[in-house]
């Protein structure tokens, strides 16, 4: 094996705006039905709202002269109009308030989609653009909407020229009603399972209320103000509120009686107060994630195993999780625990048990095959607590909103608050391993994705999320247990069947993180008792891990990382159809050994784990070994200078995903799954993200492995262009050769548009100059988030001279909004030849970006 190498630097790019001509990926064109058809169909919808406007000033206080009412208004188009929130903020008495994914609908004579100039029979999806309106809108909209049907080309007020394609587009303009508040918030799903259970009980239902985020000050405290007289007429009561700017968040935790609860499900949900209120946007379930306890092994560990303590003070990584046992001889000298919220004394030791356990796979990894230590303590903010009806579970704070606990957990760490400075300043890798059950992404990116994509932009930081967990129940063919083989493509079938019921669990869709799922291997033996069942091949995905994209198409989980494996019982025997149920395994495995409290709280104890959580711990654990390289490279002299020290999290977010690879798994689903081996890339992308992390391949380089490292700050409609020299080795040759290129940033959103992420970056892998095709993720999805990761291999034959270089053009656009300030992105490169090749390229690479630099030094 030959010796590992430093990463060499790509040095300053060379700035310049995007060529005219370059590929945008333009969409469909939706038609509308015209002027005409449009009179008809929308001004009963237009007078319907006058109306609504008219009875809400008799209902404020009697009087018809003095209340100026205002309700929520929804137009749904048939496809996005760009600048309709530039449009809504100059018609007097109009405020945009949100842009949202709608349904899917048939094309009809209508609204069809147009592709060559011929109507298509695809399907549409709309977009609802809510606006807070007044009368004086509604009549300044029919005004408008009265110029368009004279001429649709007709000239608009400054400004208003986005309406043209409004009006042609609109499907319906209504109020933002009962059945929006509930929408794909689970609300009622939950509330009949709870009535269920709890039948005529007097307990109360604790929901979180988010009202519409209003800029001006005095109108949220107006808005507070009446959802509260709401909640206490009802019976119920406030918890708590908060109110985030950066993100437009404004919502109230509160309790309902149950009989709220029946109104709503006997009656729908106009039956009660509160999902009719105006101010009102969206009502959820509020159940914090509980973690249930696991048991103690008969395994402890060695006293002397972690002599060996850190030597740097200063924290990077924080941990914001359950209360760990600090006194654990896994992790003791090993914290910086912070406990504003004293949190501490509500737990006892044997119930400090997921914080430890994630505070060790940080700090030693996986026990049966540690590795070495991390250099510095861990900050831990505990945002768990032992649940009041069972101590041996860990639920996360019950009476405070979810993310205003987190936004202030990170405020603390990074601002100045009071007359107190920053607790942890040096943190640059934020792991959280929760998930929220209630909130399964569907299509709305939830208020805790939105607020974590602001503070990773806002903090320069790489915050790394659990996808979440799912359980691996599955109905087989009782057939299918006489042969190992056969029980696992049964199970992988079943659980491919389940994908839709398997997502992504809130705030793991958050664009500008790092989602992890995990991978089903670990180093514990492999059990003989002929009680369970392994139905999953090693290193394939856990069963437990969600599938499927993220927001807007986006590939996540970008990366899988072990997480444990996962059993089935054996089920007793069965004709037909039989169901497996997950084993207990955190006594003897297999699993991912952790410490934990040990029997009688012990302070040398472990047990065995498996979920995305550990596959979290672990990535962390990676990113901190990735920063630990960065801050050590040094280029020598004549080789370009590396990034600074402010571009690290976005380097290290880049290689990260740059070591992810779908290598034998998608061999592997051809075999797990009924018709494996038909699905697409873009279908494989929906099962793997960009694939497993190879730990051996992060941040090294070999004789016959270059790898690159760039990046810079970028701006809208801007391109900086790379050069990677090509090795005058493999000019004219059929070896095979691997190219692969990952860029990943921070982009600042949008919150209240659909498209929530600002920065586009991209770059279009550069192929023809080494004889390499695109492999692994689908092209398109990989541009939707903000890590694109291009795989590329061939073995064609191809001409350059000595001197020539593959440029990686990296190209800046807006999604929504306007840039304020340049984007920082990162860019790791890394051109792999075969072993047949016995010529040192990387040393080739190296002597030529010397050359370079002195050329363009002079």
């Known amino acids: 094996m030959t010796t590992p ?146 001429n649709r080309q007709a000239a608009m007020p400054f400004g208003l020229a986005p309406l043209r394609d409004v009006f042609e587009l609109l499907r319906e303009v209504r109020r933002w009603g009962p059945q929006d508040r509930v929408r794909e918030t689970g609300l009622l799903e939950r509330w009949r399972e709870d009535v269920a259970v709890v039948g005529q009980s007097t307990t109360m239902a604790r929901v979180e209320i988010e009202l519409w985020f209003r800029r001006d000050a005095a109108r949220r405290g107006a808005a507070e103000t009446a959802v509260q007289t709401l909640i206490t007429d009802a019976g119920g009561q406030v918890i708590t509120q908060a109110a ?64 060996a303590k850190p ?109 107190h400075d920053p607790v942890a300043p040096s943190v640059r890798i934020i792991n959280l391993s929760i998930g ?42 009782a057939a299918a247990l006489l042969d190992a083989d056969e029980l696992r493509r049964a199970v992988g079938t079943a659980m491919y069947e389940q994908a ?17 799922g995990a991978l089903h291997i670990d180093a514990a033996s492999t059990p003989t008792s002929d009680t369970v069942l392994d139905t999953t091949d090693i290193g394939m995905p856990a069963l437990y891990s969600p599938v499927g994209f993220g927001h807007r198409n986006s590939v996540k989980p970008e990366i899988l990382l072990p997480g444990g494996r996962s059993l089935h019982q054996r089920p007793p025997a069965a004709e037909g159809t039989t169901t497996l149920y997950p084993a207990e395994t955190t006594i003897t495995g297999p699993g991912m050994r952790v410490a934990a409290p040990g029997r009688g709280g012990a302070l040398n104890g472990t047990t065995y784990l498996h979920g995305t959580s550990n596959a979290t711990a672990m990535a962390t654990r990676t990113a901190d070994h990735i920063l630990n390289v960065l801050e050590t490279l040094r280029a020598v002299d004549g080789e370009p200078p590396f990034a600074s020290a402010e571009y690290h999290p976005v380097l290290t977010k880049a290689l990260l995903v740059h070591a992810a690879t779908w290598g034998p798994m998608r061999d592997g689903l051809t075999r797990a799954i009924v018709g494996g081996e038909d699905l697409t890339r ?82 279009d892998p550069p192929r023809q100059p080494l004889g390499v095709d695109r492999l692994e993720a689908e092209a398109r999805v990989s541009r939707n988030g903000t890590v694109q990761h291009e795989i590329l291999e061939g073995q064609r034959a191809v001409a350059f001279a000595a001197a020539d270089a593959i440029e990686i053009n990296v190209d800046c656009r807006v999604d929504a909004g306007r840039l304020a300030a340049p984007v920082r992105y990162g860019l790791a490169a890394t051109l792999e030849v075969a072993p047949t090749i016995r010529v040192d390229i990387h040393q080739e690479v190296r002597q030529q970006l010397k050359v370079r630099l002195r050329t363009r030094t002079r």
């Open 5 to 150: 190498r430093q990463p060499l630097s790509f040095g300053a790019p060379v700035a310049g705006p995007i060529p005219t001509g370059a590929p945008r990926f333009p969409g469909t064109r939706i038609a509308g039905p015209g002027p005409a058809r449009q009179q008809q169909r929308l001004e009963p919808q237009f007078a319907a709202l006058q109306e609504a406007l008219q009875a809400g000033r008799v209902d404020v206080d009697g009087d018809t002269t003095e209340a100026d009412p205002e309700l929520v208004v929804v137009f749904d188009l048939a496809a996005p109009v760009a600048e309709f929130a530039r449009a809504a903020a100059r018609v007097p008495g109009l405020e945009f308030l949100l842009e949202v994914d709608g349904d899917e609908f048939a094309a009809d004579d209508d609204f069809h989609p147009v592709r060559d100039g011929e109507p298509t029979d695809d399907a549409v999806s709309d977009s609802l653009y809510v606006v807070m309106s007044n009368n004086q809108a509604v009549v300044e909209l029919l005004a408008l909407f009265a110029r368009w049907q004279e």
């Open 500 to 516: 839709r019921r398997r997502r992504l669990l809130s705030p793991a869709e958050a664009v500008n993180v790092i989602s992890v």
């Open 244 to 307: 985030i700017t950066g993100i437009g968040y404004h919502a109230i935790l509160a309790d309902l009686p149950y009989s709220q609860v029946e109104a709503v499900l006997d009656r729908g949900p106009d039956a009660i107060a509160l999902l009719t209120a105006d101010t009102i946007m969206y009502v959820s379930p509020a159940r914090p994630m509980t973690i249930p306890a696991v048991a103690a092994s008969d395994e402890p560990l060695d006293s002397t195993a972690f002599s």
């Open 311 to 419: 030597t740097d003070q200063r924290p990077r990584i924080a941990l914001l999780d359950g209360l760990p046992m600090a006194g654990h001889i896994a992790l003791a000298e090993r914290l910086v625990i912070d406990d504003p919220d004293e949190i501490a004394t509500s737990y006892t030791a044997p119930q400090m048990q997921h914080g430890t356990a994630m505070a060790s796979l940080i700090c030693h990894g996986d026990l049966n095959a540690a590795g070495e230590s991390t250099q510095r303590r861990v900050y831990v903010r505990p945002i768990m607590q032992p649940h009041p009806f069972n101590g041996q579970e860990e639920t996360v704070l019950r009476d405070r909103l979810l993310v205003d606990l987190i936004h202030e957990a990170f405020r603390r760490i990074f601002e100045r608050h009071g007359q």
């Open 436 to 477: 929220d059950p209630i909130q399964m992404f569907v299509r709305r990116i939830s208020p805790l994705a939105k607020l974590l994509d602001w503070l990773a932009h806002t903090y320069n930081i790489l915050i790394l999320v659990s996808a979440g967990n799912h359980a691996i129940d599955a109905d087989i063919p």
């Open 682 to 763: 873009r279908a494989i992308s929906q099962l793997l993200g960009y694939g497993a992390v190879d730990l051996d391949r992060v941040i090294s380089a070999t004789s016959t492995r270059v790898l690159l490292l760039g990046a810079g700050s970028i701006t809208a409609d801007q391109r900086h262009t790379f050069e990677l020299p090509l090795p005058g080795s493999l000019a004219a040759t059929t070896d095979w050769r691997r190219l692969t290129i990952t860029l990943a940033w921070l982009s600042p959103v949008n919150t209240a548009t659909r498209r929530h992420r600002m920065a586009r970056l991209s770059f």
